[in-house]
Nanobody, 122 residues
Framework: VQLQASGGGSVQAGGSLRLSCVAS????????IGWFRQAPGKEREGVLC????????IFADAVKGRFIISRDKQTNIVYLQMNNLKPSDTAVYYC????????????????WGQGTQVTVSS
């Protein structure tokens, strides 16, 4: 199982970015997927996590109404669409996967991609 995140960059507040997480070794439709972030000096936090079966999604309060997760079953890529970005969204973002959906804590996910940096300027 491998995950590769990309799509980060620098954007002004109010802008949008779409992160991609390319999966190999498993089918994204069958796994729980989580997006996490870690800002400098802060602990890693769950941003958005989604189960595979019923699509149940957990959002961090800070991103509700702004971040959207989607899965492309044909290309086996998971996307995180981030809209109306704020400086407080600045962090390294990670995608993670697990065959079992247990929530949105880092401990719930066995497989991790490398991070991609998102920087939002005011």
């Amino acid at each position: 199982v491998q995950l590769q995140a990309s799509g980060g960059g620098s954007v002004q507040a109010g802008g949008s970015l779409r992160l991609s997480c390319v999966a190999s070794g498993f089918t994204v439709a069958d796994y729980a997927i989580g997006w996490f972030r870690q800002a400098p000096g802060k602990e890693r936090e769950g941003v958005l996590c989604q189960g595979s079966s019923d699509g149940h999604t957990i959002f961090a309060d800070a991103v509700k109404g702004r971040f959207i997760i989607s899965r492309d079953k044909q290309t086996n890529i998971v996307y995180l669409q981030m809209n109306n970005l704020k400086p407080s969204d600045t962090a390294v973002y990670y995608c993670a996967a697990d065959p079992i959906y247990a929530g949105c804590s880092g401990e719930d996910y066995a497989f991790w991609g490398q991070g991609t940096q998102v920087t939002v300027s005011s």
